[in-house]
């Protein structure tokens, strides 16, 4: 069997559900099927996973690994590792690939090898108050440094390719960072410190469906915060309560 173009990375833990979306996005995908694999790193989840990957089999290039739970820079980390393709395509177990999403990015990889891509993340639970400020939030800051040019770009992991070889070359993801929400942009930093390309694919979009509580999108944003230098209000406030006007 021939190597595939490009190997998409799921990092998962215990959410089926979700999963099973993601896959059902990626079997709608324009790409041919033989042009990409996947490999799912089901990252120490109570429950196997081989009943519901059976019914992709036929559809998908599929590959299961079963490890202990390391977090999800390990687990994409291990999904890199064993990955055939030229390119790598991650995507988290709760986003679902528009059909355009790995086709753009794949052309631009091919068209630009040496960068690091990512594209539009969209919020797929605009009832849920704590989903939506967090997406709202993390498009404001990587838009600010794409409309003003700043020196600190970031991509998330839910949506971002490379080539496969330089992934390797600079070391894969952090697995020292305590947060699960920030070995993205550490990543983006060792990159650029590298002076390596990073270019935005708008058309490469996936929804993002993440339930959030009020804690969770707080300890987000303050990752989010603590790794940017975005300036949403001044800093002796960050962390408090917002200063009225």
Known sequence: MSAPK???????????????????????????????????VDDGGPQSLEPLIAAWRDRLTLRLIVRAQGGPATARNAGAEV?????LAFIDDDCIPLPGWLSALVRELERRPDC???G??????????????????????QQYY??????????????????????RQVGGFNTSIRSATAEDREFCDRWRSYNYPMAYVPDAEVIHAHHLMLQGAYDT????????????????HRFGPRPQH
């Open 6 to 40: 490009v190997t998409v990375v799921i990092p998962t833990h215990a959410r089926p559900t979700q999963l099973a979306a993601c896959l059902d996005g990626l079997a709608r995908l324009d790409s041919a099927p033989g042009d990409f694999e996947i490999v799912i």
């Open 83 to 87: 990955a055939r393709g030229r390119f």
């Open 120 to 141: 539009p993340v969209i919020n797929g639970l605009p009832d849920n108050p704590y989903a939506t400020a967090t997406q709202s939030i993390t498009t404001y800051a």
């Open 221 to 236: 944003l303050q990752d989010l915060v603590l790794t940017t230098k975005v300036e949403m209000w001044p800093p002796s």
């Open 116 to 118: 690091l891509l990512g």
């Open 146 to 167: 794409r409309i003003k040019g700043g020196n600190e770009p970031f991509f998330t992991t839910n949506n971002l390719a490379v080539s496969t070889e330089r992934f």
